[in-house]
């Protein structure tokens, strides 16, 4: 196999331990999933496209940057330390940042009234993400996913 191949089956399996392991990477995911499945029923434009989508992927690449330095704080200070728990308080609030921007991004996005229009002719749809969101954000805290490969 090569380097490169190597390193996607590498980073692949990082992101799938993420998901598994981590249960704001699940809820992140999920959220950027609704985004998705907003911007699909609400037509946005190409350039909003491109604004939510990398502003989906900056948080769910800072989860995976703090998920990292979480796990290795853990490995090499298991007990309480001041320093440790700082740098980990400081990366938890680097997702954060990028989760707010990203919720900006997205009202940019959806509060237009020509996609609030579009998005007004599926109600069910909304109605059903209005209905489903808060059973899944449950559901995904609530469970470890351990038998995903």
């Not at 989508?53 to 796990?71: H, P, Q």
Request: a positive charge; one cysteine or more.
């Amino acid at each position: 196999m090569s380097s490169l191949g190597r390193s996607f089956k590498f980073a692949k399996r990082g992101l799938v331990l993420a998901i598994k392991q981590e249960r704001n990477m699940r809820i992140h995911l999920f959220a950027s999933a609704l985004v998705v499945l907003c911007a699909i029923l609400g037509k946005v434009e190409p350039w909003a496209w491109t604004a939510l989508m990398l502003s989906c992927g900056l948080v769910l690449g800072a989860e995976c940057l703090n998920s990292a330095l979480e796990t290795v704080c853990n490995r090499v200070q298991p007990s309480i330390d001041p320093l440790i728990r700082d740098a980990k308080d400081i990366a938890a609030g680097g997702v954060f940042i990028c989760a707010i921007i990203t919720v900006g991004v997205a009202c940019v996005v959806f509060l237009r009234p020509v996609v609030l229009l579009e998005l007004a002719k599926h109600p069910f749809e909304i109605g059903f993400l209005a209905i489903i969101t808060p059973v899944a954000i449950w559901l995904l805290t609530k469970y470890r996913f351990r038998g995903m490969k």
